[in-house]
């Protein structure tokens, strides 16, 4: 298996089998809004394995010092989970330390289990609840502060 990360471009979107729920959220947006925002409203990665797009992630830079953080899983993202976790907190340290930012946040729909402990996993604390925050759905809102010395 061989593995690597490329800049995120918006066909990549087109090329990954996404699950129904990521599916509803693209075709609700948009997808040519939504991956042309994801490729423009700041940095992106694609991970693959092998030839497959397992991931995509990255951090929208909301203002300065503040990005939030999101990515899409696959669904042929099992067995890869070791490479996406490194490689997602590789380039989370890199994408605060090249932006300055002291504030990264992302959301996770509510009993999405898998997501909520990734984001422990990642640093990152619970801030609450979002109710009905997409699609009639409750997320909650996770929050990384980097102090600043």
Not at 87 to 96: N, Q, V
Request: hydrophobic share 40%; glycine share 12%.
């Amino acid at each position: 298996m061989t593995y690597r990360i490329e800049p995120f471009k918006k066909e990549h979107l087109a090329q990954m089998e996404v699950g129904p729920d990521t599916k509803r959220m693209i075709e609700f947006i948009g997808g040519d809004v939504f991956s042309s925002n994801l490729q423009t409203n700041g940095p992106a990665y694609s991970g693959f394995a092998d030839e497959d797009i397992v991931v995509i992630g990255g951090v929208n830079i909301l203002w300065r010092g503040v990005g939030e953080a999101w990515a899409m899983l696959g669904t042929g993202y099992q067995g890869h989970g070791l490479f996406i976790h490194r490689r997602t907190g590789e380039y989370l340290k890199h994408i605060i330390k090249t932006f300055n930012l002291q504030r990264v946040q992302a959301v996770v729909m509510k009993n999405h289990w898998a997501g909520m402990e990734w984001m422990n996993r990642l640093g990152f604390e619970l801030e609450g609840d979002l109710r009905c925050y997409f699609n009639g759905k409750d997320y909650l809102r996770y929050a990384k502060i980097i102090e600043v010395t």
